[in-house]
């Protein structure tokens, strides 16, 4: 099992960046994939971001290519979401999450493990 806290949310005026963190207890980190998933107000969790266990490979929404990075450091048991070019639409909880399968990363399905959730607002 393994337990996940997200850091690093905050409010941010639009064309800023922010880094998000979400780090895990245990020991086997790296025998997960992980993924960032955001959801606002009103709407459904969607997906934003996945990362491979050993971090060679990674995958991004549609609406964060080009902006967002996902990468993770299994010495230290983190995985981050660097945030660039914030746009209002962004704003949501944004939620980091753990996978035992390296497969269906990109749907909620797909993850054993969530955190908490850290709050990204963005101001126009």
């Known amino acids: 099992q393994v337990q996940l806290v997200e850091s690093g949310g905050g409010l941010v005026q639009a064309g800023g960046s922010l880094r998000l963190s979400c780090a895990a207890s245990?020991?086997?980190?790296?025998?997960?994939?992980m993924g960032w998933f955001r959801q606002a107000p009103g709407k459904e969790r969607g997906f934003v971001a996945a990362?491979?266990?050993?971090?060679?490979?990674?995958w991004n929404a549609d609406s964060v290519k080009g902006r967002f990075t996902i990468s993770r450091d299994n010495a230290k048991n983190t995985v981050y979401l660097q945030m660039n070019s914030l746009k209002p639409e962004d704003t949501a909880v944004y939620y980091c999450a753990a996978a035992n399968s390296g497969s269906n990363l990109a749907v909620r399905d797909g993850y054993d493990y969530w955190g908490q959730g850290t709050q990204v607002t963005v101001s126009s």
């Open positions: 245990g020991r086997t980190f790296s025998s997960y994939a």
């Open positions: 990362i491979s266990r050993s971090g060679a490979s990674t």
